[in-house]
Structures are given as C-alpha cells and as structure tokens.
C-alpha cells in the first residue's frame, strides 16, 4: 500500500550511485547501509582528506565484522568495500544521482554545503538532507533548484532502527519524493512522510521524552527513578542510555530547536550542554558497555 502522501512510484528516478557529504558516525553507519542495499557505487567527502580516509577505514572495518559473523560471502567483502570511496574532489559527485548530506546540524554550514555542490550535481540529481529537525526549505533556499531537495531522516542505529522520515517541503517536486520513497524501501526502512515542521514527528516525541527525563533528574529526582518509572512503557532503552546512543551534544542540540520553536512545550538543559563539553557518558562507558550512572553527571545536574 503506498503511504500517504506519496506521489506515483513511476515518477522515482534510477540511483546508481550515492555521494555523502560528511564523514562522520551517522553518515559512516548509512554509507554502509546504501552499498550493503542498493549495490551501487558510494563516494563520501568531507572538509579533509584525513576525515575522508578514516571514514572509508571505519567502513572497511564494518565490512569486515559482518564478514567475520558470516553476514557477508568473502566475495561480497570484496566487493562493497571496492564500492566504498573517498574523495575531497566536488568533481567525484558528477556522476551521483542521490547526494545526502549529513554534516554538522547548522543551518548556514549546511546552506554553504549546498551552496558548493550544487554546481558541480547533474541537472537529475537528488539531494537528501539527514538533519534531524533544522528547516529544510530555508536549507534549500541556498539552492538553485530547491525542488530537488527531500528530507531523509535516519536514527540511530541506522542498522537496525526501521525507519526513515522523509520530509517534504513546500517546494520538494513529485519525482524528488518519489525517489526519496523508492530510496527508502530498497534500503529495505519503512518511510513516513512528515510536514517540514521543527524535529519532524519522531524528534518531536523524542524531545519530550528525554527533555522531561532529564528536566526531572535536575529537579532532584535520581536518574535510577527515572529509569524505573520508565519502564512502565517497555520501551527498548531508558532515556539515559538512549541520550549516549544518540550523542550528548546532538541531544542537546534537539531540545535546544525545539525549546527554541516552542518554549512553552520543551525543555532545553544546560546540564545536558555541560555533560556533551566534559565528555562524560550518562550510564555506558567509552566501549559502549553499562557503567551505572556517572558520578560526575550526578553532581553536574545537581547544580
Ligand atoms: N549497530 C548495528 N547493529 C546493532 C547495533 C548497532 N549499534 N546495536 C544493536 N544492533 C543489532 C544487533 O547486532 C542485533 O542484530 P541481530 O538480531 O541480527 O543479531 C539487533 O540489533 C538486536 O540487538 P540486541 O539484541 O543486542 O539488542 P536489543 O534487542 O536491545 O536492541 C536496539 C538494540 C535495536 C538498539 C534497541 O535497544 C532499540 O531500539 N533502542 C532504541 C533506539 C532508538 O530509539 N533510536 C532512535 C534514536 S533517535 C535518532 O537517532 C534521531 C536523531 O535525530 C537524534
């Protein structure tokens, strides 16, 4: 059944091959999904070649971990990662008829991004954003030709989370949607379509959870209630753990856009601000293992 909202699959265009403009965590995790998925050609810049080639070894390193769990044939080993390149060279993006970005979350970092690419896209090319609430129209009002640009919205982690928003702006044409839908289920994600409101819907829902979550632990209520109380839900990760999967500062960077769009309906926290600059992890430890509750993250939120 075609979701609501979505135009005529007909109108999707062919990808055959992707450029990602960013070589972080994010951008890493859903490199590896689109050459796993679409079997296609993957080319990934960013600001230095540094970045770029330790972007493309993370994903090698991936390709091997499912090689080594037996998720992937030898052969296939091969294979994706000759489909995995780096460049710091615009002109590599010629030939790329899916370019996302999925650089830092600021409206002008990203508009210059665009800015920068767009001479360098053919004229078919689609371009995907994975902001995770910023305004997508005043993003693509950087663009010569806005109604190519479409939200597309990963979570953490890409592997496993099912789904993708795809977020249409009022300018987004029929065959950019289209194709973002078509994207979306080859990446075998099941995709809604959001207005291009701040945090979509996911993030929405998300800000509230963990504003109020961290909003209570700063009123005096141990982390370890809140956790408890939680529970109630059956949700699959207490908040705390949820704040470290998703990052601290991207954490805080949600509920400050959404304190900033609507501070009568979300909490901002400068602890959770002060925690992201200190480094500090709530409850897993550097490898990613459970710690307990941070001794530091206690006193920082008792302020
Ligand atoms: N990377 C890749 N695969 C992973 C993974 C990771 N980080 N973590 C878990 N997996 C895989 C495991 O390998 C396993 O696969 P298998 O069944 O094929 O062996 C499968 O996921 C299940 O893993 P586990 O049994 O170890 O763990 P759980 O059953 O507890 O599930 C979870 C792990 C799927 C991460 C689950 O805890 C969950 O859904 N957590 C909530 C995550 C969430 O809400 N994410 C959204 C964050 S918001 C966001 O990203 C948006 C941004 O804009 C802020």
Redo the contacts with the bound molecule.
């Keep these: 059944k075609r979701p609501a909202g979505a135009p005529d699959e007909a109108l999707a265009k062919p990808v055959s091959k992707v450029g990602i403009i960013g070589a972080g965590l994010?951008a890493s995790?859903f490199a590896l999904l689109f050459v796993r998925r679409l079997q296609v050609p993957v080319v990934i810049t960013d600001l230095d070649q540094g970045r770029v080639d330790k972007a493309v070894a993370g994903i090698h390193g991936e390709i091997d971990k499912l090689a080594d769990k037996g998720?992937v044939s030898t052969d296939e080993q091969q294979r994706l990662k000759a489909l995995i390149s780096g460049t710091v060279d615009k002109a590599d993006f010629a030939d790329c008829d899916w370019v996302i970005e999925a650089v830092f979350e600021e409206l002008g970092v990203k508009q210059q991004v665009f800015r920068e690419i767009e001479p360098h896209l053919s004229p078919e090319a689609v371009l995907a954003t994975?902001t995770?609430?910023l305004s997508i129209e005043a993003m693509g009002s950087a663009l010569q030709h806005p109604e190519r640009l479409v939200g597309f919205?990963?979570?953490?982690?890409?592997?496993?989370?099912p789904l993708i928003e795809v977020v249409k702006t009022p300018t987004t044409d029929d065959a950019t949607l289209a194709t973002a839908m078509r994207v979306a289920k080859d990446l075998k994600k099941n995709a809604v379509i959001t207005r291009d409101t701040p945090g979509f819907v996911?993030?929405r829902i998300?800000a509230k959870l963990l504003g109020e979550a961290m909003h209570a632990v700063e009123q005096g209520t141990p982390f370890e209630d809140v956790v408890e109380a939680q529970r109630a839900f059956g949700?699959?990760?207490d908040p705390f753990?949820?704040l470290d999967?998703?990052?601290l500062k991207?954490?805080a960077h949600?509920l400050d856009t959404h304190h900033a769009a609507a501070p009568d309906r979300f909490f901002e926290s400068k602890a959770l601000h002060e925690l992201a600059e200190a480094g500090i992890l709530l409850e897993k430890d550097a490898k990613?293992e459970p710690k307990g509750i941070d001794k530091r993250a206690r006193k920082i939120v008792a302020k």
């Excluded at 919205?153 to 989370?161: K, L, Q, S, T």
């Design positions: 994010m995790q998720r994975n995770s609430g919205h990963f979570f953490n982690p890409v592997a496993v989370m996911v993030n998300l949700f699959p990760m753990v949820l999967l998703v990052g991207v954490g949600v990613g």
